[in-house]
Nanobody, 120 residues
Framework: QVQLVESGGGLVQAGGSLRVSCTVS????????MGWYRQAPGKQRELVAV???????KYADSVEGRFTISRDNAKNTAYLQMNSLKPEDTAAYFC??????????????WGQGTHVTVSS
């Protein structure tokens, strides 16, 4: 069964940086988009960043200019570099990977989530 393993979350002061990673294993199919959602108590889930298999990235307005998503296709790993962190970035971050089944069909797999806490 395909697995996504996340790491790199933690506690950081405002203005600091963290890098989270997401590694896909045991996937027979190639991977299309990878990205991160985040979820905080009392708030709707938000798509933070997404990156295509070719390396094209998009970001939520709330993180534009502060976060950078990248990927290493040989390792089936995506990275989310988070700089200039703010308390409002505090959330559980969940990565995903869209597996390419062919004919335009995808199956999304999810990571277990990692907590990011930013203190003021």
């Amino acid at each position: 069964q395909v697995q996504l393993v996340e790491s790199g979350g933690g506690l950081v002061q405002a203005g600091g940086s963290l890098r989270v990673s997401c590694t896909v294993s045991r996937s027979i199919f190639s991977i299309n988009d990878m990205g991160w959602y985040r979820q905080a108590p009392g708030k709707q889930r938000e798509l933070v960043a997404v990156i295509t298999s070719g390396g094209s990235a998009k970001y939520a307005d709330s993180v534009e200019g502060r976060f950078t998503i990248s990927r290493d296709n040989a390792k089936n790993t995506a990275y989310l570099q988070m700089n200039s962190l703010k308390p409002e970035d505090t959330a559980a971050y969940f990565c995903y990977a869209d597996r390419n089944l062919g004919l335009g069909n995808e199956v999304r797999a999810w990571g277990q989530g990692t907590h990011v806490t930013v203190s003021s």
